[in-house]
């Protein structure tokens, strides 16, 4: 069984920066790709980032191209959400999740379906 278990949201101003990190409990997180995902209160669940085992595939959503930035250290089993030039548009709760098992490293999910973990999520509040 895999624990996710996000941290580093919290509530910054309009411009300001936040390092998400979510620690996977499991022994094979070098073998799952990784995603973010946040849902924002009356709108769907919907992909943020994501990232492939090897690291070098990402994944990001057009709204967040070019101010937020998923990578991962799998000696640590941590995924991380660098997320700069917040917006208030970007709150939400971001939550991780983990595939069960990739067989391609180099192969990440857009689609919630296809993942198979989750963790409980952490609060983003932005202000303008």
């Known amino acids: 069984q895999v624990h996710l278990a996000e941290s580093g949201g919290g509530l910054v101003q309009a411009g300001e920066s936040l390092r998400l990190s979510c620690v996977d409990s499991?022994?094979?997180?070098?073998?799952?790709?990784m995603g973010w995902f946040r849902q924002a209160p009356g709108k769907e669940r919907e992909i943020v980032a994501a990232?492939?085992?090897?690291?070098?595939?990402?994944h990001y959503a057009d709204s967040v191209k070019g101010r937020f930035s998923i990578f991962r250290d799998n000696d640590k089993n941590t995924v991380y959400l660098q997320m700069n030039s917040l917006k208030p548009e970007d709150t939400a709760v971001y939550l991780c999740?983990?595939?069960?098992?990739?067989?391609?490293?180099?192969?990440?999910?857009?689609?919630?379906?296809?993942?198979?973990?989750w963790g409980q999520g952490t609060q983003v509040t932005v202000s303008s």
């Open positions: 499991g022994r094979t997180f070098s073998m799952q790709s």
């Open positions: 990232i492939s085992r090897s690291g070098l595939s990402r």
């Open positions: 999740a983990a595939d069960r098992y990739t067989r391609s490293v180099d192969l990440y999910y857009t689609d919630q379906s296809e993942y198979d973990f």
